[in-house]
């Protein structure tokens, strides 16, 4: 068991190890802030996007945006499509599960705001199907993935395509990325005297 911990320890460690060298995704990730910024400077909102596992990464993520992060702040609007059970039900019951984001996206999303969407295998069809809408309206488009992409990624202005195909690890890189994504738009938009 605990040789077991350690491999799984040691492959999470390897996996960010890599990630320090990785100039395409550490100038994407510094990209996706500056059109953060932007959008929260003109007023917009960050929309998020994601199934099972990445749904509750989204959830985590869009509250350290909406609440504080490091520190007491002004609110910032950010939101994960999938919260409100009863239009999510509805939805997938009416119509379908794949169209549960994309419909939000065009209730919701404005010219500029920006849509995170989160898989591991960049193949949820309705994170997909938010992507096509979010590009139609002219938000900015990022996709969290594992190695390949999958589909999305033709369909994001921004790919953050781990380099792996575990997907608890590409969740864990996901997530401090995210972390280190809402951290440095709160110290632009809030600089602590």
């Known amino acids: 068991m605990i040789q077991l911990l350690k491999s799984r320890l040691q492959a999470s460690i390897d996996l960010k190890t890599s990630l320090l060298s990785n100039d395409a995704i550490l100038n994407t990730v510094q990209q996706i ?34 609440g504080r992060f490091y520190y007491d702040r002004p609110p910032l609007f950010s939101e994960a499509l999938h919260v409100n059970t009863s239009y999510t039900t509805a939805v997938a019951n009416d119509y379908s599960y794949d169209v549960i984001f994309s419909r939000l996206v065009r209730a919701m999303g404005r010219k500029g705001d920006v849509l995170i969407g989160l898989s591991t295998s960049g193949n949820s069809a309705n994170v997909i199907k938010a992507l096509e809408v979010a590009n139609e309206t002219g938000m900015v488009t990022v996709a969290f993935t594992g190695e390949t992409g999958g589909k999305m990624k033709g369909l994001a202005k921004y790919l953050v395509n781990i380099p792996s195909k575990d997907t608890p690890r590409i969740q864990e890189c996901h997530m401090i990325l995210g972390h280190t994504i809402c951290e440095l738009v709160e110290m632009e938009l809030f600089p602590k005297p």
Do not use: P
């Open 33 to 66: 802030v500056q059109d953060m910024v932007t959008c929260y400077r003109n007023d917009g909102k960050v929309l998020w996007a994601g199934n099972g596992g990445s749904a509750a990464d989204a959830q985590h993520l869009a509250a350290e945006l909406s």
